[in-house]
């Protein structure tokens, strides 16, 4: 685990002070279980994660890192193959942001995405709008009907549609992994799930971290503090820090520092998930060793 980890850095269903919580008590069983298993699967890579598999490798049968596990599919299944169409997004993707990224100078763009259920209150909405404005870099942003918690839609105003004419792209939803490939693409502000967080990593692309819920706030320590390669935005946010937070990622020394360690750890990604690579022997490894036995 990270060095220095504060409670808040803890997953929400361990943090929890209701013994009856349904999340808390699912992987209370779970954990348990893992022990009767024939082997447990983690979309990961071995250099991501090193410290952390070492100290699994003791209590649990045996642990087979396959990940990342996006690129482990798509560089080993041929286009023709059903598999070649697995995804986990729960929403339509829309294909013009990738088009509008086309006409932006590289590492210029700021990607927003809060993930696939988080939600906000309508004044946090209004206080990521005005800091991604205020920052005069242009941006990406995923605004789904339902980011607002409640009967609140996720509406902007139009003061801030005028402020952000002709540098910002607002959609439902896109295709991430190939946004956060696209060379204009500079800094990623995410809600720090895992895909997400994998994803920004494959990407070679530093992060700014709003984590809501799960374990989103232990994937943000470990990018914070493990890695290297992320920022935190406190719980209470404020216009001002968001948008001091992103001109640090985006241009400032330790944003420099961020990209180099996240490029470090991307060329690990890729190597891992290469036919020859470590991830591809595991995935070879739980069918002779699991899956066939």
Excluded at 83 to 107: F, M, T, V, Y
Excluded at 232 to 249: F, K, L, P, Q, Y
Aim: charged share 25%.
């Amino acid at each position: 685990m990270p060095k220095n980890l504060r409670l808040r850095d803890l997953p929400s269903f361990v943090r929890t002070t209701d013994p009856d919580d349904i999340m808390f008590n699912f992987f209370v069983h779970e954990t348990a279980a893992m022990s009767q298993a024939s082997g447990v699967v983690i979309n990961t890579w071995d250099e991501l994660d090193a410290p952390l598999l070492d100290a699994m490798s003791k209590l649990l049968p045996p642990v087979y890192t396959v990940g990342p596990l996006h690129l482990t599919v798509h560089n080993n299944v041929s286009k023709e193959s059903p598999l070649a169409d697995i995804g986990s997004n729960l929403w339509k993707e829309q294909d013009a942001p990738l088009r509008w990224l086309d006409g932006q100078p590289p590492n210029s763009v700021l990607y927003v995405n809060f993930g696939s259920i988080t939600v906000m209150s309508k004044e946090h909405l209004l206080e990521f709008a005005w800091g991604l404005a205020n920052t005069g870099y242009a941006f990406l942003w995923n605004v789904r009907p339902d980011l607002v918690k409640g009967d609140d839609k996720a509406a902007l105003p139009p003061e801030f549609f005028v402020a952000t004419e002709g540098r910002s792209m607002l959609s439902t939803w896109c295709p991430q992994e190939k946004v956060l490939e696209h060379e204009a693409v500079g800094i990623f502000l995410t809600h720090s799930g895992w895909n997400s967080s994998v994803e920004g990593i494959c990407g070679g692309v530093p992060m700014v971290c709003w984590p809501f819920f799960a374990e989103q706030q232990t994937n943000c320590r470990y990018k914070c503090t493990e890695w290297g390669i992320g920022v935190e935005i406190g719980d209470d946010v404020r216009r001002t820090e968001v948008e001091a937070m992103i001109r640090e990622a985006m241009e400032g020394a330790k944003g420099r520092e961020m990209r180099r360690r996240v490029q470090e750890l991307r060329q690990s990604a890729l190597a891992s998930a290469r036919c020859d690579g470590r991830s591809m022997r595991n995935v070879d490894r739980l069918i002779h060793e699991v899956l066939l036995a």
